[in-house]
């Protein structure tokens, strides 16, 4: 894991070929974590937070990479998408790629973390589950899970940890591994679980189409459905009708890139499908009370906290 560029406070994190950063470019040979190679890059990663505290300046990030908080002992805060997540003992935060988020404070906390691409894990349920895009940013590990949580995590900051691996099989470990933990955590969703068949399709579609498409229409459509049958369906899994919905996510994107890119609000409305500025402004004031200039003049304030 590495910094690239600044933008205001916010930094682009992303991952870099473990060749080229262990190569001494400072003459200190630090590196930000543990990790394995895959293919030339490190696919997992492992730090504590003790590592965490002397990497973190108490800027705001936005990661290529999914980033897995377990917390042991203490308690702290997280921002996530704008929303601050309580961190105390037996909790844990997922923060998926694109996720604008920054850690408060984080001076009394305790844990892991596991940093890692979205093509590492290895087993097919595990990678579905990680390419959603409405897992829950935080929950509490019930207590009964916590033996094979803790087991699952101890062997991976093992193997993360060892040295190079000497051949293709050993290097497949890490994924493995954290396949393993992923399945023991069970991440809920943070709307619809997996019983909800038309919703997942329709949310899939967002995330690849949202950005030309805003109208439910289209969706209904494309996915084969009637319109009040789709809306009906989305109602049901996050009390939002399909229009609603694909606001939302409009909204959380362009907050994303006022906050994380500093765009103006033309090229917000290039990159979100709008015709023109104006357009966008009217339609981001209508979602959210404010217009993109003023919102983005306070998004560095204070979050409100999420569950």
């Known amino acids: 894991m590495v910094e690239t560029g600044h933008v205001t406070e916010i930094r682009q994190m992303t991952y870099e070929p473990v060749s080229d950063r262990d190569r001494d470019r400072d003459g200190d040979g630090v590196r930000s974590g543990a990790g394995v190679a895959v293919a030339g890059t490190v696919a997992v990663e492992t730090m504590t937070f003790d590592r965490l505290r002397d990497l973190n300046d108490g800027g705001t990030q936005r990661a290529d990479f999914h980033v897995l908080a377990l917390v042991d002992a203490g308690h702290g805060s997280v921002t996530v998408d704008f929303l601050r997540r309580l961190l105390e003992e037996r909790s844990a935060v997922w923060i998926a790629p694109g996720a604008v988020h920054r850690w408060d404070d984080i001076a009394g906390v305790a844990g892991h973390l596991v940093l890692f691409m979205p093509t590492a894990p290895v087993t097919r349920a595990t990678r579905e589950l990680v390419a959603s895009p409405d897992l829950a940013a935080r929950w509490r590990i019930p207590d009964a ?39 023991r955590l069970r991440p809920p969703h943070g709307e619809a679980g997996p019983a909800n068949p038309t919703f997942q399709l329709f949310r899939s579609s967002v995330e690849a189409h949202f950005r030309e498409q805003h109208g439910a229409a289209f969706y209904a459509r494309a996915l084969g459905y009637a319109p009040r049958t789709l809306s009906r369906a989305v109602q049901q899994a996050t009390g939002r009708t399909a229009k609603a919905y694909i606001v939302d996510r409009i909204v959380l994107e362009a907050k994303r890139l006022l906050a994380h890119e500093g765009l103006t609000a033309a090229s917000c409305a290039r990159a979100l499908g709008f015709p023109d500025a104006s357009n966008f402004s009217v339609f981001f004031r209508n979602a959210t009370g404010v217009r993109p200039g003023a919102w983005q003049a306070t998004a560095g304030g204070e979050s409100p906290v999420g569950a």
């Not at 093992?158 to 691996?165: G, N, Q, V, Y």
């Open 145 to 183: 899970d916590r033996p094979y949580v803790d087991a699952a995590l101890s062997h991976l900051v093992l193997e993360t940890s060892a040295a190079p691996p000497p051949d293709d099989m050993a290097a497949e470990l890490p994924g493995i591994l954290l396949s393993a933990l992923i399945a």
